[in-house]
């Protein structure tokens, strides 16, 4: 199991990055898998720990049924809306991976508690010169590579 510590190891410039991305907003996006194999979109919460990123989810919720039915998901940073200089743009991020069960925090509310076993991590912005797009990603085993798409 990847977890984000090993993010942070192998590629602490991508990790502190990503984090700062998703510390953007509260909310983010979250696609599970339905059970006839179609995505769902809802919207979710998460928080970086020590160790790992973590998320719970309410008793019940549809999300719930998806992940205990199918554990693999991605997850997108908020959507921020990019400056009207695109090289200003702090970019977005998306993590993706299984969740896997996690003891509810002290000060948790009822629900289902979960840890991301990490399978990749991204980030993509516009280059300085604003001519490319940059989309820098991490993947365990293989850690950090860098594609510019013109």
């Known amino acids: 199991m990847a977890r984000w510590r ?12 990503v984090r700062a991305v998703f510390g953007a907003g509260t909310n983010k996006t979250m696609a599970t898998l339905r059970a006839d ?16 990123v973590t998320l719970g989810m309410m008793p019940g919720s549809v999300k719930l ?16 809306e990019p400056p009207a200089d695109p090289t200003q743009w702090v970019g977005d991020a998306k993590l993706a991976g299984r969740l896997v069960e996690a003891p509810r925090p ?14 990749e991590v991204v980030h ?5 010169s604003g001519e490319a797009l940059v989309v820098t ?8 590579t860098r594609v510019e798409r013109t």
């Open 65 to 80: 049924r998806d992940v205990l039915r199918d554990p693999r998901v991605a997850v997108h940073s908020p959507t921020l």
């Open 137 to 144: 990603s991490w993947h365990p085993g293989r850690g950090v």
């Open 106 to 119: 002290e000060d948790g509310p009822p629900g289902a508690y979960f840890a991301l076993d990490v399978t």
């Open 37 to 52: 194999g179609s995505p769902r979109i809802s919207g979710t919460e998460l928080a970086f720990g020590e160790q790992d």
């Open 6 to 17: 090993d993010v942070e190891r192998e590629a602490p410039d991508l990790a502190a990055l």
């Open 124 to 128: 993509t912005r516009v280059d300085p």
